[in-house]
């Protein structure tokens, strides 16, 4: 479990470039689920991501992980980040080693693992994120954008965190290299039962893979619960620049035209049986 406790957090305190990033949020990570977080460009949500493995500390709040203040005096911030592993929104930024294979190993070579062990989850992570074995021998710098954020994916999994936090993990990628790789974590995630947080800007990303989606704007949380809770907010959504998936936004079109549908829909088999009951029930 993952909980934020009144966080705030203000860049460049005391100067004359003061900025709220994160304004005294309190919410919940759930155990074992998929949850979205979303908001437009400023809206805090990377800055909430850093907070989560304590690459920053809050201003003010806490910031719990299985119930301990992960900023806390004495508090291992090592051990804290093979527990919630993040993969940043530039994945060249996560990339360092001569080969992909080597860059996937340094996680778990710090955590101290044999090298049979080592092997094992480079093997395991590169499977999970399509990487072939020619591509484990290449120098990371070669790859394309796609596969470079593959590489730094792979790289987190490889740790085997209790916790994913991914920002952006699609971006970049055509349809089917998004499908392949929010697919594949859906997958990690059930397979091994631990937690995964997505950040994108991306509704339909977002709603299509998430149990739950948090929604921040200037600093502070909008809107919190299922994509069908947070999507039915389609107005509230609008007036702070989030854009709802395209299929919500068609049914409360038809909603405000009249008709008696739900809108709160937001996949394309969910819309279409929707639409059948209604031309159905005429």
Not at 186 to 210: A, P, Q
């Amino acid at each position: 479990m993952l909980e934020f406790q009144n966080v705030s957090y203000i860049y460049g305190e005391g100067t004359p470039f003061r900025k709220v990033a994160v304004d005294n949020v309190s919410f919940a990570i759930p155990e074992g689920k998929v949850t979205g977080l979303i908001g437009h460009t400023g809206s805090g949500k990377s800055t909430l991501s850093l907070l989560m493995n304590g690459l920053l500390s809050p201003t003010s709040g806490k910031v719990l992980l299985n119930g301990t203040d992960i900023n806390a005096k004495g508090t291992n911030k090592r051990d804290v980040r093979f527990k919630v592993g993040l993969v940043f929104q530039y994945p060249e930024y996560q990339l360092f080693e001569e080969t992909v294979e080597k860059d996937i190993a340094y996680g778990p070579k710090n955590m101290g693992l044999s090298e049979e062990d080592i092997q094992e989850r480079i093997l395991y992570a590169a499977h999970f994120t399509g990487i072939s074995d020619e591509m484990l021998k290449k120098s990371p710098f070669e790859l394309s954008g796609g596969q470079k954020r593959r590489v730094a994916i792979a790289g987190v999994i490889a740790m085997d965190p209790e916790i994913l936090v991914l920002d952006e993990p699609a971006a970049g990628l055509d349809p089917k290299g998004k499908s392949e790789i929010l697919g594949s974590l859906c997958d990690f995630r059930k397979k091994r039962d631990n937690t995964l947080v997505i950040i994108s800007h991306s509704m339909e990303d977002i709603g299509m893979y998430s149990d739950n989606i948090i929604t921040m704007a200037d600093g502070k949380i909008l809107l919190s619960g299922t994509p069908g809770e947070v999507f039915s907010h389609h107005d509230t959504l609008v007036e702070n620049g989030l854009a709802v998936p395209e299929v919500t936004e068609i049914l409360s079109r038809l909603r405000k035209d009249g008709y008696n549908i739900d809108d709160s829909k937001y996949t394309v088999e969910d819309a279409a049986e929707e639409l059948r009951r209604l031309f159905l029930n005429k």
